[in-house]
């Protein structure tokens, strides 16, 4: 029986026209690189945000300099802040008539993200959505010590509703790391989703259980599981 679903933010849930990595890339490119979207996307999406710049660096530079590293990214959140300040941003289609839809059945409805607490509650607080109402719990980056994909985040969402049993939990995800997050906690299911930072096949080298194209699908997969 299933009991939660884990949504990423970013791309799966949120429609922010990609502006967190299209400011990782500019943050990056700023520091004397020319990496494109697709090569952001590729290695950072889904990621810790600074563990993403250091993947991105070392992957396509040869480079592991943590005070490199660092250094773009305390640029990147305040142009990621200055961003947000003006950005309309929306939520991914069906998103809140599915929250609506799982709740109905007694299924918790968990964000979490690879963005820092202040950037994700700043989307939610733009979405309208209130814990509570929407969604159930808010798990980010910076609430545990070890990120996608390691399973940190999905497992202390679940100690927050006592389940003791991660197999009783469904993970969504826009990219290959949140496949892997959710297969590193044991979940039931873990489902890609195509509406964001990773295309089908690239969703589909991780070996989901699933690969869908709208929210809503979920629902069925659900109601079977």
Known sequence: M????????AGTTVNENNV??????????????????DEVLAQGAGKEKLQAIKSILSVYAGKNDDELADSIYSKFIVMLSDAYKTLEI?????A??????????NILTVLNTGYNRETAESLVKKLGWTKGVEFDALVTATDVNKNRPNPDMILFAIKQFNITDAGEVVKVGD?????EEGKNAGCALNIGITTGAHTPEQ???ANPDFVIDNLLELL?????G
Request: hydrophobic residues 45%; proline residues 0%.
């Open 220 to 224: 069925l997969l659900v109601d079977k």
């Open 175 to 179: 990219s290959i790391i949140d496949i």
């Open 203 to 205: 969703l589909s080298s």
């Open 20 to 37: 967190v990595y299209k400011t990782l890339q500019k943050a990056i490119n700023e520091a004397g690189y020319d990496f494109t979207l």
């Open 2 to 9: 299933i009991k939660m679903v884990v949504f990423d933010m």
């Open 90 to 94: 929306s939520e991914q289609d069906n």
């Open 96 to 105: 809140t008539e599915l929250f609506a839809a799982l709740k109905e059945r």
